[in-house]
């Protein structure tokens, strides 16, 4: 079984101060993670994934998410965050290559 | 690269009739798409599996005689709402499955505003 936990329903934060959305995962295999953002009435839009290799994955639009085995975490973050960067973020994982397992999603309000 | 349409982006139907919603992928062949449903600040929820050539997979508490599913080709699959009714109105999201490497990536449409009313 896999599941993901995005254990905040809303993340506020200034514009220009970093930001950090939070993804735990649960999966019986090798975990593959992705971060999707999605803007109203939109479909999702492809941030960034972990597939193998290095930790630290840079995506899209200047974010980044660090792969963390031992907390099994996939934070998504960005180090100055932007009034456009307000959107729903989900983060997804899957251990097959088969549909993907989403998290709740996290819905993000960057304030000017 | 790897982009995938949907059509009609929105559709207004009246209760009991039926509402089809195609999703294809325009530069890449996909034997396998997905369909997802999406309410009102909630996640997306996996309804089915479309497999080209073969009968869609369902997931549990989906009603397959409701929400018909035919991949007819390597780009096209279609989700057919059945007998539509108000409880039906949702956001209907495909993703197409794109092989390459060692995981086999989905690409997503842009969603189906449905409305039943």
């Known amino acids: 079984a896999q599941s993901v936990a995005q254990p905040e329903d809303q993340v506020n934060v200034a514009e220009g101060n970093p930001l950090t959305v939070k993804c735990t995962y649960s999966?019986?295999?090798?975990?593959?993670l992705f971060w999707y953002v999605q803007y109203p009435n939109r479909g999702l839009q492809f941030l960034l994934k972990?597939?193998?290799?290095?930790?630290l994955v840079k995506g899209s639009y200047g974010f980044e998410a660090e792969f963390n085995k031992s907390q099994t975490s996939f934070h998504l973050k960005k180090p100055s965050a932007l009034v456009s960067d307000s959107a729903l973020y989900f983060c997804?994982?899957?251990?097959?290559?088969?549909?993907?397992?989403f998290g709740k999603g996290t819905s993000l309000l960057v304030t000017p | 690269g790897a982009v995938v349409s949907q059509h009609p982006s929105r559709v207004i139907c009246k209760s009991g009739t039926s509402v089809k919603i195609e999703c294809r992928s325009l530069?890449?062949?996909?034997?396998?798409m997905f369909w997802y449903r999406q309410f009102p600040k909630q996640s997306l929820m996996l309804m089915a599996t479309?497999?080209?050539?073969?009968?869609?997979?369902?997931e549990q508490g989906v009603e397959k005689d409701k929400f018909l599913i035919n991949h007819a080709s390597l780009t096209l699959s279609t989700l057919t709402v059945t007998s539509a009714h108000p409880e039906d109105s949702s956001f209907y999201i495909c993703?197409?499955?794109?092989?390459?490497?060692?995981?086999?990536?989905?690409?997503f449409g842009p969603g189906t505003r449905l409305t039943v009313l």
């Open positions: 993703s197409a499955q794109l092989i390459a490497g060692p995981y086999n990536e989905q690409f």
């Open positions: 999966v019986s295999g090798n975990p593959y």
């Open positions: 972990y597939i193998t290799g290095d930790n």
């Open positions: 997804a994982v899957t251990d097959s290559g088969y549909a993907l397992n």
């Open positions: 530069d890449f062949q996909a034997t396998t």
């Open positions: 479309s497999n080209e050539g073969s009968k869609a997979t369902y």
